[in-house]
């Protein structure tokens, strides 16, 4: 993962379902659901402030070495590289919220199928088109390469923006002509597009990785078949945890070479396995507020997720002379010490809004955590804008020290502000 200012490319997100929702903890899920769980919302925001901050840091030389993602040769992690963990726990913790819902009214499973698979391609398809910025080639497409994604992104935008379901029949229809004309506009720069491979060749898109929204798209399908299949059995998804932690080990020792390509295709260890395995866990956390765990004590969901979270950091701590602690390789135990810093980190924001009722403090952070999609193509959007405007450097001044780190301050807050006003104004962004 390589981030930079106009391109950022650390942890992310995005919005996942809806959540509003509980699957039961076996069999069929209940019809009861629990109140609003606001902290998600907030959980959420607070992981896209990160985000955007880190991202923007990762441009800035000469500061603190924990400002930034540790070395991919070097063992270990900072603060930093929790941030993309703390997106995919995010996902996980949304699934049985939103899933349950549609099961408990009596969805039919092939349409909770569609859904899943729809959500996942459209992660895969988005975060395609965002690596391919590293290959792109002005020469041969016939735009540059600032105005090809600035058109890009924003047909994103309006092709996958929430439109209100009820609005008068003019505002429909300029609703569904706005669709029509981003995926047209889409299409066009597709079919235009051209890049250039290592070895100077002339190549449509490329996937030689998925990106951070591919990622997290690999991952969400992996999770919703799991919880599909199992009908959100908490002892079944648990095992299913385990599964996908030695599923990167298995792989990882040359157990699934016989897969041949699809190991390449996709990096069925890495992406299916430990990177799934952060979202698992927060299925698993998701699993506590539903369904019969809807009608827990708050202590007994309290002691769950505190002892969850103590014994998934120290199982990554056991393991980690196995594989060692490395967020590039995505390893066994990175998988379960961030993730246990994540369950730690979401207990905290529980217990202060939900069971504390302090929640004051969050509400910037809530339509923020409500938007994540927009929240994470909006940096790219503004650079390539303002470079199409012939501004490249307007709002990245300094890329060194304390200035630089101000900078990168003064960048993350606009973008905060930009998101919780789209959102207010209900540019909403829902794969």
Known sequence: MKPSPAAPASAAILQTLPHRASPGLSGV??????????????????VILAMTLVN??????????????????????????????????????AIPLALHKRMARGESGFS????????????????????????YSADATGLSKSLWFLLAMLAVVALWNSYPAVAPRMKQRIFLGLRALAALVLAGLLIAFRGQNAEGQVVWLQHAWWGILGLIGWAYLVCCLAYLAFRGSSVA???MLGFLIALYIGDKHGVLDWLGPIRSFVGVG???????????IGVLVGNSFVGEAAALRPAVRVRFLLGFGLGLYLAGTLLRPLHGINKTAATDS?????????????????????????????????????????AY???????????????????WQYHSGWPGALNAGVLTLLIMVITWSATRAGILLRL
């Open 270 to 280: 890495p992406v299916l396995g430990s990177t799934a395995a952060n979202v698992m």
């Open 334 to 374: 990175y998988t379960l010490v961030t993730g246990g810093l994540c369950c730690l980190a979401f207990l905290f924001v529980y217990c202060l809004m939900d069971l504390g009722h302090l929640q004051r403090w969050a509400r910037p952070l809530v339509p923020i955590g409500q938007n994540a999609l927009l």
């Open 56 to 93: 923007y840091l990762a441009g800035v030389k000469n500061i603190p070495a924990w400002a930034k993602h540790l070395p991919p040769e070097q063992e270990g992690y900072t603060f930093v590289d929790v941030v993309f963990p703390g997106f995919l726990f995010i996902v996980g913790v």
């Open 377 to 395: 193509i909006l940096p790219g959007i503004l650079a390539n804008f303002f470079t199409v405007l012939g501004l490249p450097g307007l709002l």
């Open 29 to 46: 899920p209940s019809a009861g659901a629990p109140g609003r769980l606001v902290s998600l919302d907030a959980f959420r925001g607070l």
């Open 237 to 239: 998804l648990m095992g």
């Open 112 to 135: 909770l199928l569609r859904r899943v698979v729809t959500r996942s391609a459209a992660l895969l398809f988005v975060g395609v088109i965002m690596v391919n910025s590293s290959y």
